[in-house]
């Protein structure tokens, strides 16, 4: 008979306590960002798809090696280059110029070997992470027009 | 057109107008609130504080298809949301708001009140058996249960009131207790010690009369999908929301005029019906405040509680109130 007394008095209690603490969370700000309307910043290390770096001339750093090519595990880098003849100190040279960047992110994995392997630092993660659509060719990036895009 | 017919007819529209304003802004309320308790924002886009959502739900509801399920019992079916919403209208009509508000005041009312809120018990098994689908005939099984064992205690507590009383009549016994908070029902008095336990056991049986959280085991979502309106959709659906929140708003009500005194004023000034109306959505915030706090119950603790703790404390209270007028 205690036991019951004493049941119906400790439930009690602990009822009001989970209601006081619901009345004080009622009382604190929101946290939730408004989605369409913000947008949260992302971490450093967050890893979207891969972007080229430019360089001071607004150029791409990148020297057409292809090792981001060789080292990707799915296949979804493909790069051209065409060599360009330069002066450099009254002397012709011929140079490695990049033509084209095409980035398949329907394969990609985000491994990020691509950017590990790097040998120019010409690659990042970029910060974007509304990728949505229907239509699978709106995943196949030309990194060089982004580059453009960008640097405009 | 007799002017009684006309009365009618005016209070019955209000009656219908009340309770859908209320069904559909409380249904804000009650997201605005659970979002609050929850730190977020709740319905905020359609205009200003989301007030806008409420009619566009409406207007979403209304447009879409009524499907009645094949092999379901069509009669029942499409009677169960009807018998949802109509006795939460009817008996907005006994209720006394104030002094000169009533549609139609009676001198039964307890009993008027008490005979309509029984019928939602009903619209549930219906709803349940009609739709032919073993979660919906899970949950009416259920929800029935709850409402005939809650309905034992929280008649026995309102007996205990009229007794004080003395009068089955809503006017009458929110008048008795007018002239400060310390004649309302819900303070101890010499006839009646118990009195603040009365109206804890009067609440808990509202909420689980309503089927509210944490008592809502007709819809327990987490296990029957959606109880007993899982085959419902459009208006049918709207219905039994609108019948829910209508529930709560007479259960409100009736919560105010047997224990918190109607439309008197706690101090003695001004009295009238924005003191009733100020009450009775106090109780109907504190509905929603705990429907998001506490998670549902199961159905062995809803009926050991109704049974093994409601039940004995209210007949205890019955026969010493009963014993105490004697002596009194």
């Known amino acids: 008979m205690g036991g019951y007394f004493s049941d119906i008095f400790y439930g009690s209690k602990s009822l009001l306590i989970g209601m006081s603490i619901t009345f004080r969370e009622f009382f604190k700000p929101t946290v939730t960002v408004q989605y369409p309307y913000q947008t949260l910043k992302m971490s450093a290390r967050f890893r979207g798809h891969i972007e080229l770096i430019a360089d001071e001339d607004g150029k791409p750093k990148c020297v057409a090696c292809g090792m981001c090519q060789r080292a990707c595990p799915s296949g979804c880098i493909s790069l051209e280059s065409v060599s360009v003849d330069i002066e450099v100190d009254g002397k012709v040279k011929k140079k490695k110029v990049l033509s084209k960047y095409d980035l398949d992110f329907t394969k990609c994995s985000l491994c990020g070997q691509c950017v590990e392997n790097c040998n120019f630092g010409a690659l990042e993660f970029s910060k974007e992470y509304n990728l949505a659509s229907t239509r699978k060719e709106d995943f196949h990036f030309n990194l060089l027009k982004r580059l453009e895009e960008r640097n405009a | ?328």
């Open chain 2, 1 to 328: 057109m007799s002017l009684t017919l006309l009365n009618v007819i005016v209070a019955v529209v209000i009656a219908i107008a009340f309770a859908a304003a209320n069904a559909a802004y409380l249904v804000w309320a009650e997201r605005r609130g659970a979002a609050r308790i929850q730190r977020r924002p709740g319905p905020n886009i359609n205009g200003p504080f989301g007030l806008l959502q409420p009619p566009l739900d409406g207007i979403k509801l209304m447009t879409k298809q009524l499907m009645i399920p094949g092999g379901a019992d069509k009669i029942l079916f499409m009677v169960a949301p009807v018998l949802a919403m109509a006795p939460a209208i009817m008996s907005f009509v006994t209720i006394p708001f104030s002094e000169g508000i009533a549609a139609h005041n009676m001198e039964l009312g307890v009993l008027v009140i008490f005979a309509f809120a029984s019928m939602g018990a009903m619209a549930i098994l219906f709803a349940g058996w009609g739709s032919r689908n073993k979660y919906s005939v899970m949950a009416s099984v259920r929800a029935v249960s709850q409402n005939v064992s809650y309905e034992i205690p929280m008649l026995i507590t309102a007996i205990t009131v009229v007794m004080t009383t003395g009068s089955m009549d809503l006017k009458m016994i929110s008048m008795a207790q007018s002239g400060g908070f310390w004649h309302w029902n819900i303070f101890p008095s010499l006839q009646s010690p118990l009195m603040p336990i009365s109206f804890i056991i009067f609440f808990i049986c509202s909420l689980a009369e309503t089927n509210r959280a944490p008592f809502d085991l007709g819809e327990a979502e987490s296990e029957l999908v959606a109880g007993f309106h899982t085959e419902y959709g459009s208006m049918g659906f709207g219905l039994f929301f609108m019948g829910e929140y209508a529930n709560i708003v007479i259960g409100a009500s009736l919560t105010t005029i047997l224990f918190l005194g109607g439309w008197d004023c706690p101090f003695g000034m001004f009295p009238g019906v924005w003191w009733f109306l100020l009450k009775i959505y106090l109780l109907i915030a504190t509905f929603i405040w705990i429907r998001w706090t506490f998670p549902r119950t199961t159905i062995y603790g809803l009926l050991n509680l109704s049974w093994k703790i409601l039940i004995p404390i209210s007949l205890f209270n019955l026969l010493l109130t009963a014993g105490l007028l004697k002596v009194f």
